[in-house]
């Protein structure tokens, strides 16, 4: 048995989580009713959930606690690419949204739910996250506060001693080891999470919202293969698709199916260690990214949004489509890390053109109805970019040093 064990950890991961989802597909088909199934979707989540927080707080204060002065990060370029990717991807979902109108057959259960009533609101939510009790911010997932935490806990302890610094390097390595461990339960995980989808969700609710589907993951798919690889060959002048492929594989997949970007940070940073990039950037970037890189957020509210305003029969001009790309874009750095967190941002947009509350929470209730697949595709694409991005910014950094950058070189597995 141990042997077998050993066997199947040095298969590739993302071979085991294939292998995962086959017999996901496969549980669901031969025996839906054994919903103890589920609880591996759920422990491994859990177990993802749980450890995030501790591992970015951990890793970010032992980076700049050990941080040699004059040692040069990327983080400047990355936010840069962090808001190239999101502005663009409202300014696609707007450009399909006229060539491919949609309209919506509005549905209600979303009553109960309250958006944020303006963008100054989101605005103020982020900020109010920024100075967050540390506790309160941990046990809530709150990224941005834990961060801020992270960051000045990190300066304070510059000059400690050796020892101690020394001592929050081994803990970082052991919270990182734990990771490895969860990380390494991720085929049993994904093998739950696909039995739920299919033995209890379904899809033939999702037959009525076909073109929708269609038109917001056609959005996402041009961006993640034509628009984010043209911004990584701008800065690295090299072949995007290697990296690209790879982030989509082995940050894509996984969070495909758990569908929220902060219980996919683990993975991320474990796979730019994969990639040998600087800790020192990365522990910031990715965690942050988890937070305000939201090109797929950005997609849903200007898709559904526009929807929304075609079944209503309501003419929109340039500069009010001008007002909603920025306004989806900003919207979605607000939008929350977690399953969902866009849809509730729809109303904001929707107010852009007079739209009522009431017909507004409509949409969201269709946006829940979809999301198995908008949600996951939405996820898939804002947490893989966060590597994509942060990649980038080093290599370019790398290639303007007049180092070579090739390609070939990545630890591609």
């Known amino acids: ?171 970082s390595d052991a919270i990182t080891k734990v990771v490895q461990w969860v990380i390494n339960l991720a085929p049993l995980g994904i093998m739950g999470l696909v039995f739920t989808a299919f033995a209890t969700s379904g899809f033939s609710a999702l037959l009525v919202y076909g073109k929708l589907i269609l038109i917001l993951v056609g959005c996402m798919l041009f961006i993640a293969l034509i628009v984010n690889p043209l911004i990584v060959f701008i800065y690295t002048r090299k072949n995007p698709y290697p990296l690209v492929f790879m982030v989509l594989r082995e940050s894509g997949i996984t969070v495909f199916f758990t569908r929220s970007s902060a219980a996919n940070i ?72 977690v399953s969902g967190g866009s849809l509730l941002l729809i109303p904001l947009a929707c107010s852009l053109f007079g739209i009522p509350n009431e017909i507004a929470m409509q949409v969201v209730g269709v946006g829940f109805i979809i999301g198995v697949i908008q949600d996951s595709c939405e996820t898939a694409l804002n947490s893989s970019s966060d590597v994509l991005f942060t990649a980038t910014a080093e290599y370019a950094r790398e290639r303007k040093e007049g180092k070579e950058v090739s390609m070939n070189s990545w630890k591609l597995r």
């Open 266 to 337: 683990p993975v991320n940073m474990k796979l730019c260690e994969k990639l040998g990039l600087d800790e020192d950037t990365y522990a910031v970037s990715i965690p942050l990214g988890a937070t305000i890189n939201m090109a797929g957020a950005a997609i849903t509210i200007a898709v559904l949004t526009l929807a929304t305003v075609n079944t209503l029969g309501i003419e929109v001009d340039f500069v009010t489509s001008l007002i909603l790309v920025v306004v989806a874009a900003v919207s979605a750095a607000g939008a929350s890390g």
């Open 1 to 171: 048995m141990k042997d077998l064990f050993v066997k199947f950890n040095q298969v590739s991961l993302v071979k085991r989580i294939v292998l995962g989802i086959i017999l996901g597909l496969i549980l669901a088909l031969v025996v839906p009713n054994a919903t103890w199934i589920s609880i591996f979707g759920s422990l491994f989540v859990g177990a993802l959930k749980a450890v995030a927080p501790v591992l970015v707080l951990v890793l970010v204060m032992s980076a700049i606690a050990g941080h040699k002065k004059g040692k040069k990060t990327n983080m400047k370029s990355i936010l840069v690419l962090y808001a190239i990717g999101t502005f663009l991807a409202g300014a696609v979902a707007v450009v399909a949204s006229y060539i491919f109108p949609v309209t919506l057959t509005l549905t209600t259960g979303a009553e109960d739910l309250s958006p944020p009533e303006g963008v100054g609101e989101v605005i103020e939510t982020l900020l109010f996250n920024v100075v967050a009790n540390p506790i309160d911010a941990l046990v809530n997932a709150n990224y941005l506060g834990i961060l801020m935490w992270a960051v000045v806990l990190g300066i304070a302890l510059k000059n400690a001693n050796q020892s101690t610094k020394d001592m929050l390097g081994s803990f």
